[in-house]
């Protein structure tokens, strides 16, 4: 036992400096979009954005889970963030991102990314390990950045469109391609993962971790949109497109 | 772990080459002006509700081009106003964007930025990319800043959060609002005075 915790310990050290410049964002590294405004200057034609086929269901549903969120996982998620120790919360957070890990290294290798798959086998390594299976998020400390590649992205990645929209009671948001590939993920094991700004997840304590955080920004988007629906559809959307074409911060 | 190492080393060879995208460094430094003005008075929780209402209007007057934001977030309805009507949407959007994202800011940590590259694209615009970062947020935060130029200012014409486009979220909200009203823009501009007036209020 001695032994091995020895080998091990030499291992990280060795594995440490490679990573300690990892936060570097390099230039090439960057991707921009040329947001197709559609031809609108003078408004020639129509910006197609969105794929919802199933709105009437889809505005039903997500006046249910709004109504679940309301009165079960918001006061749930703020007596969470405010009577529980900081320490509990990153713990949940930093253990619930660690054992998604895999998901992330399976699909950046499946993508061919090696950068990404080298970073999070990484993060994964060093923070089971050092970071007590995932309760410090060592990784971070040391410059390695968090990546999040699921079998949706993977799959857009090769070409596969995301299809129709679609809300699913408790599941909240997603598309069917995402809806099918979590199928995937999930069978790698450990999570549920569709990781928008506006999460799916299933629930449990991730879910109440992850949703404490976004309440106060989903409380605001709320309060200042004309249309609550369609606010959160487009954001949505976009930003799993900017997640399939790698275009954000992680 | 040896052949892991190895592996390693070489794709560390095979991707060292760079190639530099084309960057616009008057953008640049643009971006970071307006950064440098703004970003503590727009986040300080300290401040007050109108204090950060006010620093932001003056923001919007003279960095954002807000007539053409406008315009594309209303996207190919606005072919159908007349003049007096595109002047009452302009100044509808303009009180909207203004309320609602004051509140928004609201729940913006106070944070640093960092601006990482930029890249013009067809027709002059430039993307600035920026990344936020705070105690407060797990992770850095991904803003890209659209600049188009006007009477030869840089002016913003587009915000770019995590791959989110204002515009585009905008008109996206816009036209499924004009759409429930059987094609009424009119309620639409109705909507967003209302909205203003609320959240101010």
Known sequence: MTKYFFVIAFIITLSLPRYVHAQDVKLDEIKFVDIDYGANEEGEEAYVEVYDPLEG???????????????LLRPVSIFYKDYTPGFF?????????????????????????????????????????????????VASEIGLPKHDEDFGQTLGYYG?????????????????????????????????HIDA????????????????????????????????????????????????????SR | MLAYRLFFVFALFAFSTTALAERDLS?????????????????????SYAKRSDKFDEALRNHFNM???????LGRYWRQLDESKREEYISAFNNFIKASYTIRFSEYPTAS???????????????????????????PVRIDWR???????????????????????????????IQKNGGNISALIDLLKEKAQTVNG
């Open chain 1, 89 to 137: 919360q990153s713990t949940v957070r930093n253990v619930t991102q660690n054992i998604m890990t895999p998901i992330t290294i399976l699909n950046a290798l499946l993508q061919g990314d090696i950068k990404k798959t080298d970073e999070s086998f990484g993060r994964f390594f060093v923070n089971s390990t050092i970071g007590l299976g995932g309760i410090f998020d």
């Open chain 2, 67 to 73: 007539n053409r934001m406008g315009k594309l977030a």
């Open chain 1, 197 to 248: 700004n506006y999460s799916g997840r299933l629930f449990g304590l991730g879910t109440v971790d992850f949703y404490s955080r976004q309440v106060g920004m989903l409380d605001k988007m709320k309060e200042t949109s004309i249309d609550y629906y369609a606010s959160i559809r487009s954001f949505y959307l976009q930003n799993r497109e900017g997640a399939v074409k790698n275009r954000l």
């Open chain 2, 27 to 47: 953008a640049e430094s643009y971006v970071d002006a307006i950064g440098k003005k703004y970003i503590t008075a727009l986040t300080n929780p300290a401040s």
């Open chain 2, 113 to 139: 930025y960092q601006i990482v590259a930029s890249k013009v694209l067809k027709g002059d615009d430039v993307l600035v990319a920026t990344m936020i970062k705070s105690e407060k947020l797990n992770n």
């Open chain 1, 160 to 192: 596969v469109e995301a299809g129709p929209y679609i809300v699913l009671p408790i599941l909240g948001p997603s598309t069917l391609r995402d809806r099918l590939a979590g199928g995937v993920d999930s069978s790698v094991g450990l999570y549920n």
């Open chain 2, 147 to 177: 600049l188009s130029k006007k009477s030869g200012e840089f002016k913003v014409t587009d915000v770019i959060i995590e791959g989110v486009s204002m515009i585009v979220s905008q008109r996206s909200e816009f036209s499924s609002i």
């Open chain 1, 57 to 71: 269901m889809n505005r039903l549903f997500f006046d249910f889970n709004d109504m679940v969120h309301v009165y």
